[in-house]
């Protein structure tokens, strides 16, 4: 992991010892909150006056908050400005409450980050958008992004990534060149749409690699069938397509909402019309687009124009299971948010996984 020793080291002038202040630095950097199991586990301590003391000096400087879940467990929330300014990143938006279904997804991506402390990750947005716009040269404006509104004095702002899962670069088969690795973190409760939307939102990026790993990371198997199946028609099989059929598509679809003929909007073409804007733009396009219009340019021409362009890509699409996954929210959002109170006191298909163990 990219974890500094000087950045360490502040967060041990607050108090902590040397694994209590990398542990709390994964945990600010990668998911916010934690629970008291994930931290014995990280130390390989077993329950009692250790992990206690740690709790009641988080709690006692101000550092983190707990959540107490009646019976179930507590979880703790790392949210002092405190702790991120000591390892220079009092910027991250994990230090603000959030909803329930955001906790329980941060506490399996943690599972999965301390089981694999191995891995070079790209902690930060800032870092993400640095290896693609800097090192790989793709726009920014093909990354998976988000506009939030500003007061009504300020300009709206463009966050990058705001998903957060991890990303990192790693071999995809044993003897492979690193390529880059990214994913789609599953609570355990995510519905196969959530997984679809997500995808949608890296379409643009995903065409522009031309290897990459996607790998989807869940507590339960349930839906990995599912995931693969929606990612192999969505993205490998768009990808493998030569390009002239994607520009023939584009240039019908164009041509039918040049001339107004969408009486019923249909959602599946105004999407791909959008993307394929930002693909296929320019005099080249531009100049075919008219042509081919006019009847000026057929289609067994308009394919040979592009013959010579088909796709030379690797995708590789992988699950990683979370095991022994458990959590005081890993249980129904609606029976878990009734149980959940603030305090401050303690209470008495293929699965290929990133550290070589296949399921």
Request: glycine content about 4%; aromatic content about 14%.
């Amino acid at each position: 992991m990219n974890i500094q020793a000087n950045q360490i080291e502040r967060i041990k002038e607050l108090g902590y010892t040397e694994a209590e202040a990398r542990f709390i630095y994964i945990v600010a950097i990668h998911s916010g909150y934690f629970t008291l199991r994930q931290f014995l586990n990280f130390t390989q301590a077993k329950r009692g006056k250790r992990s206690n003391a740690f709790a009641q000096k988080l709690l006692k400087h101000g550092h983190a908050t707990m959540r107490d879940y009646m019976g179930a467990g507590s979880v703790f929330h790392v949210f002092s400005r405190t702790i991120y300014g000591q390892i220079e990143k009092d910027n991250l938006r994990n230090r603000r409450q959030h909803s329930f279904d955001f906790i329980r997804t941060r506490l399996v991506l943690l599972d999965f980050i301390l089981n694999n402390q191995d891995l070079a990750y790209f902690e930060t947005e800032q870092d993400k958008v640095s290896f693609f716009c800097e090192k790989l040269e793709i726009s920014k404006d093909l990354l998976p992004a988000k506009v939030y509104e500003g007061a009504s004095s300020s300009r709206p702002t463009i966050r990058y990534f705001v998903d957060k899962f991890p990303l990192f670069l790693t071999s995809p088969l044993p003897g492979t060149h690193p390529a880059v690795t990214l994913s789609f973190v599953d609570s355990g409760f995510e519905t196969p749409s959530s997984f679809t939307g997500h995808v949608h939102a890296y379409l643009g990026l995903f065409r522009q690699l031309k290897t990459f790993r996607f790998l989807y990371i869940a507590p339960k198997d349930a839906h990995f069938r599912t995931a693969e199946d929606r990612f192999r028609t969505l993205v490998e099989r768009p990808l493998e397509l030569d390009v002239s059929s994607e520009v023939l598509r584009y240039f019908q679809v164009r041509r039918k909402w040049d001339n107004r003929e969408y009486v019923v909007p249909v959602t599946e073409d105004f999407e791909f019309l959008s993307d394929a804007r930002r693909r296929f733009h320019g005099e080249r396009f531009e100049s075919l687009y008219k042509a081919w219009r006019a009847g000026e340019l057929k289609e067994r021409d308009l394919r040979r124009e592009f013959s010579q362009l088909t796709p030379d890509r690797t995708v590789f699409f992988d699950t990683y299971l979370v095991k022994a996954h458990w959590s005081p929210v890993a249980v129904d959002s609606k029976a878990g948010e009734r149980c959940m109170n603030d305090t401050d006191h303690l209470t008495v298909h293929r699965s290929v996984h990133p550290d070589g163990e296949r399921k």
